[in-house]
């Protein structure tokens, strides 16, 4: 099973760095593909779901969810530190800080904390459920924090595309400020499910005004044929008599190439010509004297 989904990566992975063949695009790629898997993992450890009785572990200030046992018709009473008396009637157990099935609370310094569910019914106690929560400090990494590394990566990898456009790193760029923008603002939502569809949606959105932007900045060339000036002067034979009050009816040799012609008065066929104006895929001709076909 393990080496089905890492074969199933390495083929995403593969997928994804097919259309880049600079290093430089295939490690931005990775720099970023490697920061999203980090949020998201580190993600996974903040938001922790804890039910009665069981133990685990939790960051510093970020909600953590408690589950109670279902009870019919019974009472809930939720204390999340047996250290602290907050109702003052000396038991430190039965504060009462949440009467709800699945309560949320947050842990304000590392530590570890007993947090014990009381269930009662009728107004008798009926269950009494203990926890041990271990809390720790994330570190150097808080959302904040990672949020501006984030805008900060992001400016560095704009202006490397601004000094080398085509680079596409402007892409992922805009993603890391938009991301590390709502990390700064949203902190407790950073490490949640918000965070890639944000970046997802960014992609798209990212991914067409670029490529629109680069299509104006540098519009296709019109495609390029051989009638325009290059023509004039051309010597050939009128093989079809020309008319002129039609640009298609006489034909002209040129080299081998037979083009459209007209005049300003009708050449016979087998008349040799020089050409002296052209118009999209038509030319104007007139007839090359005896004197200079002579010459």
Do not use: C, Q
């Not at 993992?41 to 572990?57: F, N, P, Q, W």
């Amino acid at each position: 099973m393990v080496k089905g989904k890492f074969e199933i990566v390495i083929s995403l992975l593969h997928f994804i760095m097919k259309g880049y063949r600079s290093i430089i695009h295939k490690l931005v790629i990775i720099l970023f593909l490697g920061i999203i898997f980090t949020m998201v993992s580190y993600g996974a450890l903040a938001k922790v779901t804890i039910t009665a009785g069981e133990d685990g572990t939790a960051l510093v200030d970020e909600l953590v969810v408690f589950k109670g046992v279902v009870v019919v018709d019974g009472d809930y009473s939720w204390d999340f530190d047996d250290s602290v008396d907050n109702n003052d009637d000396g038991d430190k157990t039965n504060d009462n800080e949440s009467s709800l099935e699945v309560a949320t609370h947050k842990f304000d310094e590392a530590g570890t904390y007993i947090v014990t569910l009381t269930v009662s019914k009728d107004g008798e106690v009926t269950d009494v459920f203990v926890s041990e929560i271990k809390v720790v400090e994330p570190g150097m990494f808080t959302p904040w924090m990672l949020g501006l590394i984030f805008v900060i990566i992001g400016i560095v990898m704009l202006l490397a595309e601004a000094s080398s456009p085509g680079f596409f790193i402007g892409i992922p760029a805009t993603i890391l400020i938009v991301i590390g923008l709502f990390g700064i603002a949203f902190p407790e939502l950073f490490f949640t499910i918000w965070s890639p569809i944000i970046a997802a949606i960014v992609a798209v959105v990212a991914t067409i005004g670029i490529i629109t932007f680069y299509k104006k900045l540098a519009p296709p060339e019109p495609p390029t044929t051989t009638v325009g000036e290059s023509l004039i002067g051309k010597k050939g034979m009128v093989i079809v008599d020309t008319d002129p009050d039609s640009l298609t009816t006489g034909k002209v040799k040129l080299g081998s190439d037979i083009w459209s012609a007209t005049s300003a008065r009708t050449l016979k066929e087998g008349t040799r010509v020089v050409v002296v104006a052209s118009e999209g895929v038509h030319i104007t001709v007139k007839e090359i004297s005896k004197r200079s076909r002579s010459k």
